[in-house]
């Protein structure tokens, strides 16, 4: 029904910038909300940040300022911008959504990408 493809993962030293993309595609009515979380091996998965489909957004306190979540309802699209970087950062990140469909209310999650930072 709805698919979620991301984008821009990778290996960044300490101090480094990474910027995060998720695109939804598929029968979608509207979009609910957009986030992003992440996952370090042996650890449970966190929320990161989210942004609903009015603009307002919600981050973990370990962002301290660094992450800014945006995106582009026309393209159903949200982004991580992630700045100073830091190597406790590394994990994999995970998009999730929730969208209306046309007769129900509907939660997904995308593939993942890897960042890693180097110390």
């Known amino acids: 029904q709805v698919q979620l493809v991301e984008s821009g993962g990778g290996l960044v030293q300490a101090g480094g910038s990474l910027r995060l993309s998720c695109a939804a595609s598929g029968s979608i009515s509207s979009v609910i909300l957009m986030s992003w979380y992440r996952q370090a091996p042996g650890k449970q998965r966190e929320v990161v940040a989210l942004?609903?489909?009015?603009?307002?957004?919600n981050y973990a306190d370990f962002v301290e300022g660094r992450f800014t979540i945006s995106s582009d309802n026309a393209k159903n699209t949200v982004y991580l911008q992630m700045n100073s970087l830091k190597p406790e950062d590394t994990a994999v990140y995970y998009c999730?959504?929730?969208?209306?469909?046309?007769?129900?209310?509907?939660?997904?999650w995308g593939q993942g990408t890897q960042v890693t930072v180097s110390s």
């Open positions: 999730y959504v929730r969208v209306k469909l046309a007769v129900s209310i509907k939660d997904y």
């Open positions: 942004i609903t489909s009015g603009g307002r957004t």
